[in-house]
């Protein structure tokens, strides 16, 4: 009896060491075309655990990030603007740079699937769901607008010469999978139009008929 508790012990210790060693990290990368413009990254926690997500691409000149975590049905779980983190971070045994206002968030999460929103400073959420969108939806060159700079997009917001781009890096480690999503929630304005185009499209239609 002993020796099958033994067995067993030892089957589960095993399991445990595959499954914490299951988790990898996932590096993204791209580029906005506008100031509003939103990505969102997918990714799945196999055990409640600390994830760490953090963008790399401040320190090259890229825009100013805002992070938010939101969860399986879209609701909204955290939300982090600066980090304050300077230093470098390895992922995937490369090593990145980040600023003080890069992202780097350390979050304890339960197991299940989550998905992170990347806008640019100061396009912060609407509300407590990913559907209700974000600031500046609509608003597709917000910091020439609001007086960041003098750039038509990407103007940096600590001063008005400091013009930035619409790069972003950001990384996410100790997970079960990430990936970017293709084809992103479209803003209101977006869904509105569309909408009306299908209400143009039945207008027709029924002239034809």
Known sequence: MKKLFSHVLLSLLLLT???SASTMDFDFSGTFSTDNEVVLLNF???????????????????????????????SYVSEQ???????????????????????????????GNYT???????????????????????????????????????????SDDDARTGAWAFHILNVDSAEQQENPI????????????LLGLAGVNRKKQ
């Open 17 to 19: 060491g595959i499954c």
């Open 44 to 74: 799945s926690v196999g055990t409640d655990s600390t994830i760490t997500i953090f963008s790399s691409s401040w320190q090259d000149g890229g825009f100013d990030p805002i992070l938010a975590i939101w969860n399986a049905s879209g």
């Open 81 to 111: 603007d600066d980090g304050h983190n300077t230093g470098s971070t390895f992922s995937n045994s490369v090593s990145y740079n980040h600023g003080d206002w890069d992202s780097y968030y350390d979050v304890y999460l339960a197991a």
């Open 116 to 158: 992170a929103s990347i806008a640019q400073y100061d396009n912060f959420r609407n509300g407590n769901t990913l559907s209700e969108g974000f600031t500046h939806d609509g608003y597709p060159n917000f910091t020439f607008g609001l007086g960041y700079g003098a750039e038509p997009f990407f103007n940096g917001v600590l």
């Open 186 to 197: 479209p803003e209101p304005t977006t869904m509105l139009l569309f909408g009306l185009g």
